[in-house]
C-alpha cells in the first residue's frame, strides 16, 4: 500500500477570499451536510469539524463505523488522518529546534551518517528543510515488494524506521535536491529516523510529548483506530467489486511509515492542532517556527508538510486506501476545516469532499 499523491485544487479557498464578490450564504446545516456529502461520496461514514473566525468547534458525523453493521459513529470516534501526519512531524522538528535539540540545517548525514555509512552520497547534504518540503530528491517510497518486511507493532520502533531508512537511502535519487520537487514518504520517516537519532527516542514518544499534549490532544494514536471490541471505532474500507468492504482491524501501511502517514484523533484534536497553527498560538510555538513551517523554502507550493494554495490558506490530504481525510487552515481569520471518510476509494469521495471544504470555508461578504 501506499498514501495518496497530493493534488492541490486551489478552488478550495477562491470564495473564501473577501475581494471575490462572493454570495451571502444561509446558516450552514452541517449535520444535513454531513448527511448528503456521506451520501455522494458513497463512504460508509463520515466526520467534519469546522471552526469559524472567532468561533468554537463545530462538529457533525454520519454514518456507520462498519459497512453492514448498524452501529453509528459518533462525534467522539477516531479517524485515521493519513498523510496529514507530515504536517504534524514538521510541527515536531519545529518544537525541537526552539529546543535547540536539532538544527532545521541539521543533514542526514550529520545524524544518520554513522549508522547508515553505506547511504548514497547525494543524501549526507539534504537538512530538515529539503526532507519535510519534498525536495530531498529522494524517491516517493521504497519498493513495493519490502512493504512486508515491516510489522504493524515492532518491538523497537527506531530500530524498525531505521531498516526502512536504510533502504530508502540506498536509493538512486529522483533528481538533484532543491531544485527537485518529489512528494516522498521516505523523506519523512527519513526526517523522523533523524529526530530519533538526535534524542535516543522513538518518534511516537516524541510526537506525544512535544506536539499532542502541549496543545491538548488526548484521543491521538498509531495506526487504525481501535476499542476493546471489533466495533468500538470506525475501520477502513476499500472498493471491492464495487462495493465498499471493511478491510481486516490491524490493516494499515507498516508502522515505520508513521511520520509520514499513521496518527488518528477525534475531529476535536484533529481542530486542536489546526487552531494551533491558524492562530499562531504563542505558548506552542514561536512566530518565526510558525513562519517558516507555512513557507515554501525552495519554491514551488509545498511548504513544511502543507499545502500553499493562496496567500492565507494553507491544506493537505491524507490516504493510506482505506481512509481519506483533508484539512485547511487560514492564517488570516484562523477559520479551520477538517473532513474525514472511512473509505479509501478515492475516485469517488474526493469529489464529495472537495466540495464540502470548500463549503465551510465560504463565508459572506
Not at 504536517?87 to 538544527?103: F, H, N, P, Y
Not at 526502512?164 to 536509493?171: F, N, T
Not at 506525544?208 to 483506530?225: M, N, Q
Amino acid at each position: 500500500m501506499k498514501l495518496i499523491q497530493i493534488a492541490v485544487l486551489a478552488a478550495l479557498t477562491s470564495s473564501a477570499n473577501p475581494s471575490s464578490g462572493q454570495v451571502e450564504r444561509d446558516p450552514v446545516d452541517l449535520a444535513a451536510l454531513a448527511v448528503q456529502t456521506r451520501q455522494e461520496a458513497g463512504a460508509p461514514a463520515l466526520g467534519l469539524v469546522v471552526v469559524r473566525e472567532g468561533g468554537v468547534p463545530e462538529i457533525a458525523v454520519d454514518g456507520v463505523r462498519v459497512s453492514g453493521n448498524e452501529t453509528a459513529v459518533t462525534a467522539d470516534d477516531k479517524w485515521h488522518w493519513g498523510s496529514i501526519t507530515k504536517s504534524m512531524t514538521a510541527t515536531l522538528v519545529a518544537r525541537l529546534a526552539e529546543k535547540d535539540i536539532v538544527s532545521w540545517d541539521d543533514t542526514v548525514g550529520d545524524l544518520l551518517g554513522e549508522v547508515v555509512p553505506d547511504m548514497h552520497q547525494d543524501y549526507r547534504a539534504v537538512t530538515f528543510m529539503h526532507l519535510l518540503s519534498h525536495r530531498a530528491g529522494l524517491a516517493a517510497n521504497i519498493p513495493i515488494e519490502r512493504f512486508a518486511d515491516f510489522g504493524q507493532s515492532p518491538d523497537d520502533p527506531i530500530t524498525d524506521r531505521l531498516g526502512w531508512v536504510r533502504i530508502a537511502l540506498s536509493q538512486q535519487p529522483a533528481g538533484p535536491k532543491e531544485t527537485t520537487y518529489g512528494y516522498s514518504n521516505n523523506g519523512v520517516i527519513v526526517a523522523g529516523a533523524m529526530l530519533e537519532a538526535a534524542t535516543d527516542e522513538s518518534w511516537e514518544t516524541l510526537i506525544r510529548r512535544e506536539v499532542f499534549s502541549p496543545l491538548g490532544i488526548t484521543g491521538a494514536g498509531f495506526g487504525p483506530p481501535r476499542g476493546p471490541q471489533p466495533d468500538d471505532q470506525p475501520r477502513g474500507h476499500q472498493p471491492m467489486n464495487g462495493v465498499d468492504k471493511a478491510v481486516p482491524i490491524d490493516a494499515d501501511n507498516p508502522a515505520a511509515l508513521g511520520p509520514a502517514g499513521r496518527v488518528h484523533m477525534p475531529l476535536a484534536d484533529m481542530a486542536r492542532f489546526l487552531l494551533a497553527h491558524a492562530r499562531k498560538r504563542p505558548d506552542f510555538l514561536r512566530a518565526d517556527s510558525y513562519d517558516l513551517l507555512h513557507a515554501t523554502p525552495f519554491g514551488g507550493n509545498y511548504a513544511m508538510g502543507c499545502v500553499v494554495i493562496s496567500p492565507e490558506a494553507r491544506w493537505h490530504n491524507g490516504s493510506n486506501t482505506m481512509w481519506y481525510a483533508e484539512a485547511i487552515f487560514n492564517l488570516t481569520d484562523g477559520t479551520v476545516a477538517a473532513i474525514v471518510v472511512n473509505d479509501g476509494d478515492i475516485t469517488s469521495v474526493q469529489p464529495a469532499v472537495r466540495t464540502l471544504l470548500r463549503k465551510l470555508m465560504e463565508k459572506p461578504d
